[in-house]
């Protein structure tokens, strides 16, 4: 398809002419392969920020990889004991189909308290800087979520013949993942610090409760405001870069008064 | 990172066997597994007619789509599907479509086609002429759904804006807009091999000694259009199916008394093929009279009536290949059918219309020429003029197209002929307008349901084979009336065959969304100056943050 694109252009001349190659250029259909290329795509935006994050912390310095990789085993561990969990006490609700269960979400959205637990335990299980371990535990259980809940989806649906913005979306929304759980971690480690100010306590503690609750406020405003997917997008994007925003000063506030 | 990433890996080989296989067996599974296809939209499509009759191809040869779809304003569509409405429909961008050697014609009809009597109009009459030549271009007709009409109001939008804008334009309407890959499922078109087609005879046996004169009624059941998944052919030849067993039922309860059980024998034959140059009666004709010792039809035929599009229109045609004799039994229907027309259908126009067998052509004009050719007395029935007419072959002659009041009374008509002929009433001195078969007799309910129920389903030749429904329900309906019903078969024959079918006529077509090629490298630039950008800033970050702490 492409040869004959180029075989046409041949004969044209004109400015008109160049505007109709082009356009027919650009209106050259997909073949099979090229689809590949999206799924390269999205995966580069999902994945490159996690790369660039690795390197630019000073990590790899630190031979940290195979710190990463257990603390993501860390992390599934804990989504099966959540999904253990869930799949016991919460049964199925057979409600009516457009009427949300705020309650019923709002205590699922509780159990999102291990993923703070799995954090600690990884934290609490790596000796060094304050930086580092909050660093290390982000990176693999952020990287673990990547793997485990966007490759799979990319790999099977970027690659297909049909095109559907949400695997982009999907990647954006890796990449604020990775964002929520640095703040995350970096929330937990101060929240756990013993020399933690009176001050701070109230403010990283509500830093906290907005963390685990961040995903049953998404889906609220979502659902109240039915707000379309690149909007939702934005407004996780805007949430989570004030959670983040905050608990960097925070976290600085704290490391330069020690 | 990769030196620490191998290192991870090379341990995990030494250290458990087991582990690493419940890694990597999924993956490799993963990885080789098919795509699944999860298309915009998936619908139904009707292939155009493939046949071959007498050795000589017809309609579309090609089967299988895996092209982008355009409309018929885009300025290239070779190899393109092109997807047009059937208001836009015109015999030139058809051929445009077809002399850019395009990858396909989809025509989307509408769901209630009887809305638009100009365009029906007009498409019927370009039917024949689509089907006149032989293609490579598949086409296909669709019936319009929300999805579809959006699909095709978004390639309108984007195949009529290629050729005016400019070039910058042009990439971000490409940037934004949707494109079309129309793909189907299923194999490329084979001929079907040992297709038999189906036809049923049944009779009435006369009263009164050996060799009683033998009155013969023909109606083809077959339907002919050009996508024969949508030729339900209503008024041809439904209603010439339905009208015969009417005349079955009246004349099975006259010969049931002994009063009215009359000297003629009573043939019915219910024949397949019709269309297709009325094979079905050909090779019945043939087994009859050639390979039989004694038949019905060898010793003393009267006529042969062929009925053949009677459910509409205020004339009936008495079609000839020669015009009957005084004193023969034509004659005398002939001379029946004009008298009852007069006296008691006023409104009815009857004529005869002479046409000489012609067999220079492709194909017959009416059914009673078959029998014209092997010598026995004939005539078709029609409110037709002329055999020609598009209405006998095409997709629109659905349901609304059959009058029911119209065909009841075409059809008391005929059986008032046939009675005074079978009792020789005119001789006995009976009245031009008395009146055989009372109201009670003709049971209008009877006949609008077996029209309602041949038009439910197409009735195409390649569609109906020995086991289909419509031919077991018409065989027990004869069943009802007649004695000796029998089904007869006809096979191509294998050397040289009349007429070839050819399969894969109808087919899902999915729609799959795709965005050029260019989109990919625009968006892959967007993404490359995103991660340049995220890029500096953490730099920028970490910079900050080792600056400050001591």
């Known amino acids: 398809m492409l040869g004959l694109a180029h075989n046409q252009s041949f004969e044209c001349a004109g400015r008109e002419d160049a505007s109709k190659l082009v356009g027919e250029f650009a209106s050259v259909g997909l073949p099979g392969n090229m689809t590949l290329f999206h799924f390269g795509n999205c995966f580069a935006l999902a994945y490159f920020p996690y790369f660039i994050t690795y390197k630019c912390s000073g990590l790899s310095e630190y031979n940290a990889f195979w710190r990463c990789v257990q603390a993501g085993a860390t992390y599934l561990f804990v989504q099966l004991c959540k999904m253990l969990f869930l799949a016991t006490f919460f049964p199925t609700w057979e409600g009516g189909a457009g009427v949300y269960d705020f309650v019923g979400e709002f205590m699922k959205a509780t159990v999102d308290l291990a993923d703070l637990l799995g954090l600690h335990l990884v934290m609490s299980r790596n000796a060094g800087k304050g930086e580092y371990k909050i660093m290390v535990a982000a990176m693999g259980w952020s990287t673990a979520e990547l793997v485990m809940s966007r490759c799979i989806p990319l790999w099977v649906g970027a690659r297909g013949i049909e095109f559907d913005w949400k695997y982009i979306q999907m990647s954006f929304d890796s990449n604020i993942s990775l964002v929520h759980y640095i703040a995350m971690a970096a929330v937990v480690w101060m929240f756990t610090r013993y020399d933690l100010p009176k001050s701070f306590r109230l403010p990283v503690t509500v830093l906290l409760g907005l963390c685990v609750y961040k995903a049953f406020l998404m889906e609220l405003f979502v659902h109240v405001f039915l707000l379309g997917s690149w909007t939702a997008l934005l407004v996780k994007a805007v949430l989570t870069g004030s959670i983040s925003l905050c608990s960097l000063f925070l976290f600085v506030t704290l490391v330069h008064s020690n | 990172m990769f030196e620490e990433a191998s290192e991870v890996f090379d341990n995990m080989f030494k250290s458990s066997f087991p582990l690493t296989f419940i890694v990597f067996i999924p993956a490799v599974l993963i990885l080789v597994s098919p795509l699944p296809a999860e298309a915009a939209h998936e619908f139904t499509v009707y292939r155009m007619q493939q046949y071959d009759l007498q050795g000589q191809p017809y309609g579309t040869r090609n089967a299988i789509l895996n092209t982008e779809a355009r409309t018929v304003e885009a300025e290239v569509l070779s190899r ?471």
Not at chain 2, 379 to 392: D, K
Not at chain 2, 505 to 510: A, G, P, R, V, Y
């Open chain 2, 80 to 550: 393109r599907c092109v997807i047009m409405r059937l208001v836009d429909f015109s015999y030139e961008r058809y051929q445009k479509a077809l002399r850019q050697s395009a990858g396909a014609v989809v025509i989307i009809l509408p769901k209630n086609m009887s809305t638009m009597p100009q365009d029906i109009v007009q498409f019927m009459e370009l039917e024949p002429e689509m089907l006149a030549t032989e293609t490579i271009v598949p086409v296909y007709f669709a019936l319009e759904d929300d999805e579809l009409l959006s699909i095709y109001t978004q390639t309108l939008t984007s195949s009529s804006s290629q050729g005016s804008s400019s070039a910058a334009e042009v990439l971000i309407h490409t940037a934004t807009a949707n494109g079309f890959q129309m793909v189907t499922s299923g194999a490329q078109s084979k001929a079907v091999s040992d297709w038999a087609i189906t036809s049923l005879e049944g009779r009435l046996a006369g009263t009164g000694g050996e060799d009683l004169p033998t009155i013969v009624l023909v109606a083809h059941y077959d339907s002919f259009g050009v996508a024969p998944w949508l030729s339900y052919g209503a008024d041809s030849n439904g209603s010439g199916v339905s009208m015969l067993l009417e005349l079955a039922r009246l004349f099975s309860r006259l010969y049931t008394y002994k009063r009215t059980h009359a000297g003629y024998n009573l043939l019915f034959f219910v024949s397949g093929g019709g269309k297709f140059n009325y094979q079905g009666t050909k090779r019945w004709l043939e087994d009859n009279l050639d390979h039989t010792d004694s038949s019905l039809l060898q010793d003393n035929v009267a006529f042969v009536l062929c009925l053949d599009t009677l459910g509409n229109g205020d004339s009936l045609h008495l079609h000839v290949s020669k015009p009957p004799k005084e004193g023969t039994a034509q004659y005398a229907l002939l001379k029946e059918l004009e008298t009852v027309a007069s006296n008691q259908y006023p409104e009815v126009k009857f004529s005869m219309v002479h046409k000489k067998i012609n067999l220079a052509d492709d194909t017959l004009a009416w059914e009673h020429e078959r029998f014209g050719i092997r010598r026995l007395p004939a005539f078709t029935l029609s409110h037709l003029n002329s055999h020609r007419e598009v209405q006998r072959s095409s997709i629109m002659d659905v349901r609304p197209h059959v009058d029911l009041r119209k065909l009841s009374r075409n059809t008391k008509l005929i059986a008032e002929s046939l009675a005074r002929v079978i009792y020789n009433l005119t001789e006995k001195g009976a009245p031009g307008d008395l009146q055989i078969f009372t109201e009670q007799m003709m049971q209008e309910e009877q006949l609008s349901s077996v029209v309602d129920w041949l038009t439910a389903q197409p009735r195409a030749a390649q569609l109906v084979d020995k086991d289909s429904s419509v031919v077991s329900t018409l065989e027990y309906h004869l069943g009802r009336y007649l004695k000796d019903v029998r089904r007869h078969y006809v096979k191509a024959d294998k050397r040289d065959p009349e007429f070839v079918f050819y399969d894969q006529l109808k087919q899902t077509m999915n729609a799959y969304r795709v965005k050029p090629a260019i989109f990919d490298l625009l968006l892959a630039f967007c993404i490359a100056a995103y991660l340049g950008v995220i890029y500096l800033s953490i730099q920028k970050v970490v910079e900050r943050l080792y600056a400050k702490s001591p």
